[in-house]
């Protein structure tokens, strides 16, 4: 009689090669490795050949770079989410794309389960957990890291038993996680809050005091708060990421250093490299300066809060989510234009913008002879804009020659 099937999250690491004789034991399962490419530089058929080779009856690698650009990554900049206003929500934007491509997978390979490498104390169980939890409730989840309690040098023991195949026994000193849109480092030496990272902990930026020392500009064109075309030539999103990537990395653009507060109740230190990201989130967000009235822009710091909250715990496919988005979508049918970014010592910063949609007027700013500001009608509107707080000095805060008492100050006395 033929087993039941487990869809497995499997990066071809030590603890997922692993999972796959383990979960076949313990819950006399047939298990199908899952990986997909999210751009973090991986040869897929390596790992499936891995896979196939630790037990799995089938290993399934799917490219997932343009859906995870088009879908998950250019909403989050669309939106402008930054958790804690920084961190671009790389590893927290790809797992529930992952999971969601996984309950694909079971349903077209009739499994009973999924099954993930997440531990008991990080954001990721949360993500795949819920996501899993709200696309097919009769999916059983398994999470073996969180049920056994093998140390690596265990782990190593039990893959020699099962013959399985492990590149490298010595342990890395962080842990990390990638794809297109960053890289996460944690763990080692990074979990003192105190130490300065080590430039081993870096791998997709230069040290910005060995970066150029010639500056180079990027004109970044958007169209509806969308990047399309640098320097003039239009690209598809992967490319265009990783070519800010590159060209960011190479000046030491995206480094960030960042105490987080995650969803489980613990702070942890965390080191990114994102050099597209922190590239693309500030030349959109001065874009929206141009491009959003002073309303607009106010409130959308809240939704942005909301968005990058909502990707960070796991809920991507909430009603929630689809909701903020229809106001992103329509916050941004007007953020078209051109930025101009100078990168440059680990620097990126905004020298120019432009749009043929700002509400920016030269002609209004200026203090030329041919403003079309009307000075003139400036005393009436401050007597108006300051009435209010006039009538309430005169009738409770100056009545009876009392002085105006200052914040912070001794009360003036009568």
Not at 191 to 203: G, L, Q, Y
Not at 365 to 370: G, V
């Amino acid at each position: 009689m033929p087993r039941d099937k487990v869809i497995l999250a499997y990066s071809g690491g030590l603890d997922t090669s692993v999972m796959v004789p383990w979960i076949r034991e313990k819950y006399n399962l047939d298990v199908i490795t899952f990986t997909a490419d999210l751009g973090q530089g991986e040869d897929l058929e390596q790992i499936r050949q891995k896979a196939l080779k630790t037990g799995a009856i089938d290993a399934i690698a799917v490219d997932a770079r343009n859906l995870f650009v088009d879908c998950f990554v250019f909403p989050a900049l669309m939106a402008g989410a930054l958790y804690e206003g920084k961190y671009p929500l790389a590893t927290a934007l790809g797992r529930p794309l992952i999971a969601k491509l996984m309950v694909d997978a079971a349903r077209q390979h009739q499994a009973k389960a999924v099954a993930h490498g997440c531990t008991g104390k990080g954001n990721d169980q949360v993500r795949f957990d819920v996501t899993f939890q709200t696309l097919a409730p009769d999916l059983k989840i398994i999470a073996p890291v969180r049920e056994w309690s093998m140390t690596r040098p265990e782990a190593l023991a039990y893959a020699a038993r099962h013959h399985i195949p492990v590149e490298a026994t010595v342990e890395s000193p962080y842990s990390i996680d990638q794809n297109l849109w960053g890289r996460s480092c944690e763990a080692g030496v990074l979990e003192d809050p105190w130490d300065e990272p080590p430039a081993d902990a870096f791998a997709w930026t230069v040290d910005p005091a060995q970066a150029p020392d010639e500056p180079e500009y990027v004109d970044i064109e958007f169209e509806r708060g969308v990047p399309v075309a640098l320097n003039g030539s239009r690209l598809e999103g992967v490319p265009l990421i990783e070519k800010l990537n590159a060209l960011g990395g190479k000046h030491g653009v995206g480094r960030i250093d960042h105490v987080e507060n995650r969803l489980v109740g613990i702070k942890s230190r965390e080191l990114y490299e994102a050099p597209a990201a922190v590239i693309l989130h500030d030349a959109h967000r001065e874009l929206e300066t141009l491009c959003l009235s002073k309303q607009a822009a106010r409130f959308k710091t809240l939704v942005s809060q909301e968005y990058a909250d909502l990707i960070y715990n796991g809920l991507w496919f909430s009603a929630f989510h689809q909701d903020l988005f229809q106001f992103v979508l329509s916050n941004q049918r007007f953020v078209t234009g051109t930025v101009r970014v100078k990168l440059f010592k680990g620097r990126a910063t905004v020298v120019g913008r432009k749009s043929d949609f700002s509400l920016y007027s030269k002609k209004l700013a200026t203090y030329a002879e041919k403003s079309d500001f009307d000075q003139s009608a400036a005393q009436g509107f401050i007597k108006i804009f300051g009435l209010g707080q006039q009538t309430q000095a005169q009738r409770q805060l100056l009545a009876g020659g009392k002085g105006f008492d200052l914040p912070g100050l001794p009360r003036t006395k009568d």
